[in-house]
């Protein structure tokens, strides 16, 4: 299809036309005609570049670590009619040359043992196709948790260090706690769009505290206001996927009427628009795209045809999962033949000992939950065609994390058709689920699954979400495609990685240094190690020797190759847990035992008091301390020490 555009001329002006439909964007400009010019600059203008030859350039004297990059003095002119002047260069902020496109995609809520690429039941052929062709990273953490994932991920920073010590809905006065991040660790996002990047986010946001989520703002923490050109998703930690509370930017939207609408698909839909528009209008300019779906967190729905294709598979059961998910795992070269599958938490009941009515609903369970991931990876599989339509993937560094925590047990030990009641210490029975089952997971539901099948989606550790001192609560699954960075196909990683360690890598790939002042604020300086090394050479000594983890006071620290842990409550204890310094450690040569199953506490009680004072020294340094290990406490403002925009209120004047 050609489009032409005719071009008026005047003596005064030039107009430019452009017409842009859909992906398609033709425009046209006037050439600016050469004359000799006369101009007297500043004295110090020879020393002054212009921001063309700042932006473009990675050497020499330009500073990209101050953000945004400094503008040059403007010349001062003498000439009287401009037609007899040169103008000077056009300020314009861009990108290395050769810099990638970034995609980050997260997926919620979902543990290692989940996804087919990695040993897991659940069919994910996007995520398969993207690690035939890039690489598989099979010791790469979070943090155990939601938004502390989502800001260590795009900050580079450990979470408490960016007052994300959990969830913002249980945020806290202490520092490290506060659910405000910090003008000082400022997102990868702006610095890749004071760097030249066109950015966009996608999905679920969660990352901004409660108490500025209303219109009355402030909107510093919202999305656009943290690094992105353009938002479109919701601002919480979960929405229901059939009628979301979606915004547009700061706006809210009603989300577009199509048949059988699903967020997942609204999401990609809006992803694929904007990034088909950003390149048509801008070709040279890389973006960066955040895509985090709220896919596979509760609420658990999805159309029925994709349950459908999981009936019957989950008949036998939580253990056979756990059982043939290892054995897969060691099949496909994904862990050490040598790997024992740990024990369930004592809570978990085997399967054999469920009644026939448990078994029948637990199994439907899993079968919603399943269709739900693969439909969301479904959903990624049509961003990448639609990456792969503009010509864009080889040159685009697309980063694939299967989870940002562990598979969630918040569903307790029977699933939840509600799962507010979660949240409200309600407890759900068997008898009053079964009638429900054939509407699990459709418009009037809002469900959870029993907290057996997290374990089980966790193969082959023994925890779940929450668990940060437990690899099924923080060793997530990752894919990193880029066909111009990574000359290895279908490789494997085992160095040990961080989400703090995406944004540094990110910067690496596109020879960005990392910034010491963002918009006038010191930055703090970033606290994850690049990757990249690894890239292109699977046998590299790993670089992230030293990592501490801390949630609600189950708390580790993995130091070259030793993990030192407590498990001090599960994610289904939410009254009081006994003292902290009563608290059990454990102790683990990870190199040799991959899923954590043998404790050397007491054959080598020396190492684990080192490691112990380790944890005590890196708490301190990083604003963990003091441990807060309330759970439904927190969730009250007053009790838990944040503000609260209702204040005691019951009543609203409109």
């Not at 009619?81 to 980050?104: L, M, S």
């Not at 007052?163 to 202490?174: C, V």
């Not at 978990?348 to 026939?356: C, N, P």
């Not at 494997?492 to 990685?497: H, K």
Request: hydrophobic share 35%; charged share 25%; proline share 7%.
């Amino acid at each position: 299809m050609t489009i032409q555009c005719k071009i008026f001329r005047s003596v005064y002006s030039c107009l430019i036309v452009g017409l842009a439909i859909g992906s398609l964007v033709v425009s046209t400009g006037c050439p600016r005609p050469s004359a000799q010019s006369t101009t007297t600059a500043d004295a110090d203008q020879d020393s002054s570049l212009t921001l063309t030859q700042v932006a473009s350039s990675t050497t020499g004297d330009i500073d990209r670590t101050m953000l945004p990059i400094q503008e040059p003095k403007p010349p001062t002119y003498t000439e009287l009619d401009a037609r007899n002047a040169e103008p000077p260069p056009r300020f314009e902020v861009k990108a290395p040359e050769g810099a990638p496109n970034v995609v980050i995609v997260l997926i919620d809520d979902i543990g290692f043992g989940g996804p087919s690429s990695f040993g897991g039941p659940i069919q994910t052929p996007t995520l398969d196709r993207l690690a035939a062709g890039g690489l598989r990273f099979n010791n790469f953490h979070t943090t155990a948790l939601c938004s502390p994932t989502r800001v260590a991920l795009k900050c580079g920073r450990n979470h408490h260090t960016a007052n994300a010590g959990s969830i913002m809905e249980t945020a806290t006065a202490f520092p490290g706690n506060t659910g405000q991040i910090p003008n000082s660790v400022a997102p990868l996002a702006e610095m890749l769009r004071l760097n030249g990047y066109s950015t966009g986010a996608f999905g679920k946001w969660h990352e901004t505290a409660a108490w500025e989520t209303s219109v009355s703002g402030p909107y510093d923490r919202w999305p656009t206001h943290q690094g992105f050109d353009k938002f479109y998703g919701f601002i919480g930690g979960e929405t229901d996927q059939w009628y979301p509370l979606v915004y547009d930017g700061v706006t809210r939207v009603s989300p577009p009427k199509m048949e059988e609408y699903h967020f997942t698909t609204d999401m990609t839909n809006q992803a694929i628009g904007w990034v088909k528009a950003q390149q048509s209008m801008t070709p040279d300019k890389p973006f960066f795209m955040y895509f985090a779906t709220g896919a596979v967190h509760a609420p658990h729905h999805v159309p029925k045809k994709w349950v459908d294709k999981y009936k019957g598979k989950f008949d036998d059961g939580w253990d056979k999962v756990r059982e043939e998910s290892i054995a897969r795992q060691k099949k496909m070269g994904l862990i050490p033949d040598n790997t024992k599958l740990p024990p369930k938490p004592e809570d978990i009941k085997d399967w054999d000992a469920l009644s026939d009515d448990e078994r029948k609903l637990f199994a439907r369970q899993a079968e919603v939950f399943a269709g739900f991931l693969e439909q969301t990876d479904y959903e990624i599989g049509r961003l990448v065609e639609a990456i792969e339509d503009i010509d864009e993937m080889d040159n685009t560094l697309f980063i694939y994390i299967a989870g940002d925590n562990g598979t969630s047990a918040e569903g307790g030990f029977v699933g939840m058709y509600n799962e507010m009641t979660y949240f409200n210490n309600v407890t759900e029975k068997v008898e009053d689920l079964l009638p429900l089952m054939d509407k699990w997971g459709g418009p009037y539901t809002f469900p959870h699954m029993a907290a057996g099948w997290a374990v089980a989606f966790d193969s082959p550790f023994s925890w779940t979400k929450q668990v940060c001192s437990d690899f099924g609560g923080t060793r997530n699954g990752m894919v990193v495609h880029w066909p111009d960075g990574i000359e290895e196909k279908g490789g494997l990683r085992s160095q040990f990685g961080h989400v703090i360690d995406v944004a540094p890598t990110i910067l690496e790939a596109a020879s960005l240094p990392e910034p010491k002042s963002v918009n006038g604020t010191p930055q703090t300086p970033i606290e994850g190690i690049s990757l990249l090394y690894s890239f292109n050479d699977p046998d590299a000594d790993e670089r992230h020797t030293t990592q501490y983890f801390e949630m609600f006071g189950n708390r580790a620290i993995y130091h070259e190759g030793w993990l030192a842990r407590t498990i001090h409550r599960a994610p289904w204890q939410t009254l009081k847990q006994p003292p902290l310094e009563d608290d059990k450690w454990d102790l683990y040569n990870v190199r040799e035992d991959f899923s954590l199953a043998d404790n050397l506490a007491d054959q080598n009680p020396d190492k684990l008091k080192e490691l112990k004072a380790l944890f005590m020294k890196e708490a301190e340094k990083y604003h963990v301390l003091p441990i807060d290990d309330r759970v439904i406490e927190r969730v009250n403002p007053a009790l838990a020490g944040r503000p609260d925009l209702m204040n005691g209120r019951t009543s609203l004047t409109l």
